[in-house]
């Protein structure tokens, strides 16, 4: 397929996931401060933090306020990573490749869009804005659920899967990561049972809550982890997520498992084999943050690397949107 | 009571009499439309035009901020074609597309039309759109304009004329696709009934003729669309036309001339391409031979053109048969090359370039539209009855100072067709626009662009300047009896629906009464595309 075509797929199925992250992200924040029995003043600065946009967010609002934190995450325009601007560029992209796509994937994308482009521009209400959210983790549901039941298990479905996988790999650390920055505010509390509270709305704004009961059980930091980064099992687990994104890269280049022919194949090989000999143990005792700023900027190195060697044109002009997010996430 | 207010006026009405009687070919559609509740149109038209902002057909609107779509306004009350007018037609495109293709091949090669003297050189060689890159080259097969959106309108003379040939790449074909899909499930009994023809089929008739394009020995060729991107106003069809007809959808940017062949890149490397359904005006194809400032284009393409490793649809330098000056002559070209007589006529045209004709023009400008050469899309043009004087004297000034470039005829009194309005219907003015494919055989599809222009009194029918579009509904053969309504009553415009009707057309059996209302139920529904 054309390269300009496997770069407008990946990046728009990478965007309706990003868009349903940013919610999940902030719903885990509202969720946190609702369990605030010490009264202690709301912190949003944690949050600008793990997305990785604090400079720019620094730059045009200065103090984290809630009605600034949110607006820059939710609606804003011109932070390319909202979740306005999320959809918005997928369905850009999606534009571009309208006969690649299904028709239903469409109807959806664009639905989805004409939604968050009719929503009011201060959401900072907490239970309308759970309610937006909810209504954005199901239209990335929808389309996803169209999308593999719609749409060909070529190469072009591929890409999308691709796309999303990275994409859900890289959130659900930063996820796990907001939890460290709250850590940091009341390492007080840690082991008590306003901890387990904590950790276990972390589980349910990754929708892990219930899953995680039949698995571990008893609620505790370490299952947390085991869960969220070394399932191979839970859809928005991190190794499950990686080892998705691998299988997608050797169907699109052919190579057999186990083997590589080019720079992402290396990579990620390497950092599906090194999540299936890690332990949890390990994880922590490194030090959950450092582990996952590690693995964000592996994932990171993956994500130039399908840049490079499936959608990059040599010797031309510097081609539109799609290198800028992968410098901003990093 | 629908119709029960609607004036036919001082002009033709495609649906209705001087009388005001429903023209038989419109009587299945005009008893319909009277049996439908007060209320009920709008609520189709709503439904119709949510799936249309659903399904993203939209347009981008120049000079507003890039991205703003809208959506293609629609009326969902269908023009009808008669079967005998449509056969008159089809003829007479098919002849105007043979003539001008045998036109354009002859300037571009002997030029024995202008050695003739039947059309003066100077307006070919002033034409902005000859290309003196094409002098000598033979296209594929021999054939320059693949792809034709002829614009036709009638006068209140009751005669069809064409106002304009479209040969470069005209638009809306997709429009014409998506409305049918619409009314169709608006209303599905009148399909069932009316022996509409189809249009459907256009896109495999389109990807059939560009396949018969390719090089020789091309056992299975690689056809592509190549589109100026998502900027472009028409996007969205470039895209529409790609998906059905299952063929990429390339930018100038995916591809790249090796050794005068077209490559696109891949995901696997480079790949041959054979035939490009190109969207993008002749001055953006190449930036080596044409516009050296474009970025839209294939540096090389037209080398590659001209080897013959490609063929491009439609050819470069057939845009100087659309020229508005050129246009005049048509009449002349079709006797000069075929030795007939023009089946459909032109408007009657004034050339400016032409003293007697200039002096007249200048004359009656407050009559007549003026139209600059090379212009589209409604822009550079004067409508006499409608301008003020000081518009009249810049158009003056504009004629005098460039004679070659302008055109004007009478202003026409453009037929209407009912229209909903609000909650009510009236008339209102349509042009319409067939396409024709010139592949193996010339082959016009049965129906159209129905433009229509929505404000009140209007004549600019546009997209860009307030028009919208209808469905246009050709016509198997003559009406026959309905065969729900055997009463054989004639609606006019002042009959109201008579509920004894439906129950003296209803079979004898129960069910049969049923299955009316069952039907408007059914009509009812949203359309679910």
Known sequence: MLSRVADSVYWMSRYVERAENVARFIAVNLQLLLDNPGGEAEQWAPLINTTGDHEDFARRYGEATREAALHFLVMDPENPNSIFSCVCSARENARTVREIISSEMWLQLNKFYLTIKSAPKNLTQTDVLQEFFTEIKQSSHLFTGITDATMTHGEAWHFCRLGRKLERADKTSRILDVKYYLLLRSSGDVGTPFDDIQWAAVLRSASAFEMYRKWHGRISPRGVVDFLVLNREFPRAIQYCLANARDSLHAISGTPYGTYRNGPEKLIGQLCSDLSFASVDEIISHGLHEYLDELQTRINSVSAGIFETFFAFKAQQPQKRSARPLVQSQ | ?529
């Open chain 2, 1 to 529: 009571m629908w119709f029960d207010n609607y004036e036919v006026g001082n002009f033709f009405d495609e649906m209705f009499s001087k009388e005001g009687s429903a023209r038989p070919s419109a009587r299945p559609l005009a008893r319909a439309i009277a049996s439908l509740p007060p209320g009920e149109l709008e609520n189709r038209q709503r439904a119709a035009e949510r799936a249309l902002l659903q399904m993203g057909i939209t347009f981008n609107v120049y000079g507003e901020e890039a991205g703003v779509e809208k959506i293609f306004p629609f009326d969902l009350l269908p023009r009808i074609v008669p079967a005998t007018e449509w056969s008159l037609i089809e003829r007479g495109l098919k002849q105007r597309i043979h003539a001008l293709n045998l036109f354009i091949d002859d300037l571009y090669h002997e030029q024995r039309i202008l050695k003739d003297g039947v059309v003066p050189r100077e307006i070919i060689f002033s034409a902005k759109s000859y290309r003196e890159q094409c002098v000598g080259w033979n296209p594929p097969r021999g054939i320059w304009c693949h792809i034709t959106g002829t614009d036709l309108v009638r006068h209140s003379d009751g005669q069809i004329y064409v106002l304009e040939d479209n040969l470069r790449c005209p638009s809306g074909v997709s429009y014409v696709l998506e409305n049918r899909q619409i009314l169709k499930q608006l209303f599905p009994q009148l399909f069932s009934t009316s022996r509409i023809r189809p249009v459907s089929d256009y896109t495999q008739k389109l990807r059939d003729m560009l396949e018969y394009l390719a090089p020789e020995g091309t056992t299975s060729p690689r056809v592509v669309l190549l589109t100026p991107g998502i900027y472009n106003s028409a996007y969205f069809e470039h895209s529409f036309l790609a998906r059905q007809m299952g063929i990429e959808l390339v930018e100038g940017r995916d591809l790249v001339v090796e050794d005068e062949c077209v490559l696109m890149r891949t995901t696997k490397g480079f790949e041959r391409v054979d035939v490009i359904y190109r969207r993008l005006d002749d001055d953006f194809l190449d930036p080596r031979c044409f516009r050296a400032d474009s970025l839209l284009g294939v540096p090389g393409l037209m080398q590659a053109c001209k080897a013959g490793n490609v063929a491009l649809a439609n050819a470069p330098g057939t845009g100087v048969a659309d020229d508005k000056v050129v246009y005049a002559y048509v009449p002349r070209i079709i006797k000069y090359y075929l030795g007939e007589d023009i089946l459909l006529p032109n408007v009657p045209t004034y050339i400016c370039a032409e003293e007697k004709d200039r002096e007249y023009v200048l004359e009656h400008l407050d009559e007549l539209v003026v139209k600059a050469a090379n212009e589209s899309g409604g822009y550079g043009m004067l409508v006499g009855p409608h301008s003020t004087k000081e518009q009249r004297e810049e158009f003056a000034s504009r004629v005098k100072a460039n004679p070659r470039n302008y055109i004007a005829q009478p202003t026409l009194s453009l037929s209407r067709v009912p229209t909903l309005i609000g909650d009510r219907i009236e008339g209102r003015h349509v042009d319409l626009r067939p396409y024709i494919l010139y592949g193996r055989d010339i082959f016009v599809m049965p129906g159209g662009l129905t433009r229509v222009a929505l404000k009140k009194g209007s004549l600019v029918v546009n997209s860009s300047q307030g028009g919208g579009s209808k469905d246009t509904w050709v016509l198997a053969d003559s009406p026959q009896v309905n065969m729900t309504d055997s009463s054989g009553v004639e609606i006019g415009l002042t009959d109201t629906p008579q509920p004894k009707h439906n129950k003296g057309s209803a079979p004898p059996t129960g069910a049969g009464v049923k299955a009316t209302s069952t039907q408007s139920a059914k009509e009812t529904q949203e359309p679910s595309c």
